[in-house]
């Protein structure tokens, strides 16, 4: 895979405001700045929106606080056999000023070290003030003209509907909607959870919240230890020697008031346990303001044999030994960090997990939740470290 020049506009600042003009294969066009909202970019305000008074969002679907089989997916690979209908949403009172919504569906219970996005969608005009039952269906479905779905961690855009672990204590589903005061929000349908939910925030006059809940099996039998560190396995980076990213693996882009290199660190490893039969990274920022945090780099199917990374080896400069999953930028790539201006240094933590299998079966456009999901569950070990960056 060849990485090209990314053409980052500013509509979001400190973050992301992403097109990919071109990654080989894996290309995703995410971001397209409408014309005009470069020159207000200079300062984005990431602090959580308040509920707004006399704001709310209702469903009859859910009128019970929990989800019935019509919402919940359908997918013999999940285990789960609904009919993966969305439900029915209404909502009143939006905040004056308002001139379009979004709506964002996610699990913060999702065993994946980053929650579970199951439904995004937002350019919602204005006027609108409720979404009928399966409005989300590819085929046939009823959102406004101009609303856009945006990609979940499913790996495709439109929605997911609950499928927890058989036997976890039942989960939580956050439905948010937030009222934007702008038309729209100048993503794709390419668009992660977390980009989606970053770009509402700063836009976002006000937000009202709806919570329903879905258990499968016995609940409390189901387990998710995290995989054990053992001493002997480390992973370190001499990129990063002092705790701290490097200018060379920072976002490159003025745009948004990012000059590093973004080459991804080199990285190296040892004392991996026998059974070990490929390996796969994560690089996560918990602080990101977005619910989510934010994945910067997901690797997987990395041999078994192999025993470091080089520099920029996830940037394109170099043939990568496995493949690479789909980031919070929206492509299958490292992309640096570049957080918001002020907002403290954030925590980058970087994961390599020892599997037992020499693949996971997942493609470059599975993201980080379903990389978190799988690893999580399978490996045998991991070794970690956390560095730190802030502007």
């Known amino acids: 895979m060849s990485i090209h020049k990314l053409t980052i506009t500013p509509i979001l600042?400190?973050?992301?405001?992403?097109?990919?003009?071109?990654?080989?294969?894996?290309a995703k066009v995410v971001v397209d700045a409408p014309a005009g909202d470069a020159a207000d970019a200079a300062v984005v305000d990431t602090a959580a929106p308040a509920d707004a008074p006399?704001?709310?969002l209702e469903s009859s679907d859910l009128a019970s606080g929990t989800f019935s089989n019509a919402q919940i997916l359908n997918s013999s690979a999940f285990g789960c056999a609904g009919e993966n209908h969305s439900p029915a949403l209404r909502w009143s009172n939006p905040?004056?000023?308002?001139?379009?919504?979004?709506?964002?569906?996610?699990?913060?219970?999702?065993?994946?070290?980053?929650?579970?996005?199951?439904?995004t969608v937002?350019?919602?005009?204005?006027?609108?003030?409720?979404?009928?039952?399966?409005?989300?269906v590819s085929?046939?479905?009823?959102?406004?003209?101009?609303?856009?779905?945006?990609?979940?961690?499913?790996?495709?855009?439109?929605?997911?509907?609950?499928?927890?672990?058989?036997?976890?204590?039942?989960?939580?589903?956050?439905?948010?909607?937030?009222?934007?005061?702008?038309?729209?929000?100048?993503?794709s349908s390419e668009a992660p959870g977390a980009l989606v939910t970053f770009s509402a925030l700063s836009s976002s006059l006000g937000t009202a919240k709806l919570m329903a809940t879905y258990g499968r099996g016995t609940p409390g039998t189901s387990m998710h230890p995290e995989p054990p560190t053992l001493a002997s396995f480390t992973l370190a980076s001499a990129s990063i020697t002092d705790g701290t990213i490097a200018n060379e693996q920072v976002l490159n882009n003025a745009g948004l008031g990012c000059a590093g290199?973004?080459?991804?660190?080199?990285?190296?490893?040892?004392?991996?346990?026998?059974?070990?039969?490929?390996?796969?990274?994560?690089?996560?920022?918990?602080?990101?303001p977005t619910g989510s945090g934010f994945w910067h780099w997901l690797a997987f199917d990395i041999p078994a044999t192999t025993k470091s990374l080089i520099k920029g080896a996830g940037s394109g400069t170099s043939v990568?030994?496995?493949?690479?999953?789909?980031?919070?930028?929206?492509?299958?790539?490292?992309?640096?960090?570049?957080?918001?201006?002020a907002d403290g240094p954030h925590h980058y933590?970087?994961?390599?997990?020892?599997?037992?299998?020499?693949?996971?079966?997942?493609?470059?456009?599975?993201?980080?939740?379903?990389?978190?999901?799988?690893?999580?569950?399978?490996?045998?070990?991991?070794?970690?470290?956390?560095?730190?960056?802030?502007?």
């Open 139 to 187: 085929t046939g479905g009823s959102l406004p003209a101009g609303a856009i779905q945006g990609y979940t961690d499913f790996g495709a855009p439109g929605y997911g509907g609950p499928c927890p672990p058989d036997g976890d204590t039942p989960h939580h589903y956050v439905f948010t909607i937030y009222a934007l005061s702008v038309d729209s929000l100048g993503l």
């Open 320 to 341: 990568f030994p496995g493949k690479q999953g789909y980031n919070d930028l929206g492509v299958s790539a490292y992309a640096g960090p570049c957080p918001p201006v």
């Open 261 to 288: 290199g973004n080459l991804s660190p080199e990285l190296h490893w040892v004392g991996a346990p026998d059974t070990t039969k490929s390996f796969a990274l994560t690089v996560h920022d918990p602080d990101a």
């Open 95 to 119: 905040p004056a000023g308002t001139r379009s919504f979004a709506i964002t569906l996610f699990d913060p219970d999702a065993p994946t070290g980053s929650g579970f996005w199951h439904w």
């Open 349 to 391: 933590v970087f994961t390599l997990y020892a599997l037992p299998v020499e693949t996971l079966g997942l493609t470059p456009g599975s993201t980080g939740a379903l990389l978190g999901f799988n690893a999580r569950a399978m490996a045998t070990a991991k070794a970690t470290f956390t560095a730190t960056y802030d502007r």
């Open 122 to 136: 937002f350019n919602i005009p204005a006027a609108t003030t409720a979404l009928a039952s399966n409005a989300a």
């Open 54 to 56: 006399g704001f709310t």
């Open 13 to 26: 600042v400190g973050l992301v405001g992403l097109t990919a003009s071109g990654c080989g294969d894996d």
